[in-house]
């Protein structure tokens, strides 16, 4: 039997990790493409490597992270405190509003 969360069983983590993989390649394709019409998006390697790391660990938190909590409202919660973290260290690094 597998586990289950209300009456429908998980997927393998694999599926979803996977997912999670194509999300962040999708995502990052969007300032890539930007890159080839127009100079105000100029990212170097570095600016895909830390957007893949954070977008990616988000991610995969929220995939392992999800499958610990049974309640709808809590993985809603989850789900919000990983985006406002994920929002606030982009900010950061974008524009520095900690300094």
Same mark, same amino acid.
């Given at each position: 039997m597998s586990p289950a969360i209300g009456n429908a069983p998980l997927r393998p983590v694999s599926?979803? /990790? *996977?997912?999670?993989?194509?999300?962040?390649a999708c995502l990052l394709l969007v300032?890539?493409?930007?890159?080839?019409f127009t100079r105000e998006v100029n990212w170097t390697g570095f600016d895909f490597a830390v957007a893949a790391? /954070? *977008?990616g660990g988000t991610g995969t938190a929220w995939v392992l992270l999800s499958r610990?909590?049974?309640?709808t409202r809590e993985r809603k919660l989850l789900g919000l405190v990983l985006l406002g973290?994920?929002?606030?260290?982009?900010?950061e690094l974008a524009v520095g509003i900690f300094h």
């Open positions: 599926t979803d /990790l *996977l997912r999670v993989v194509l999300a962040t300032p890539l493409v930007a890159m080839q790391f /954070l *977008l610990m909590v049974r309640g973290a994920l929002l606030v260290v982009w900010a």
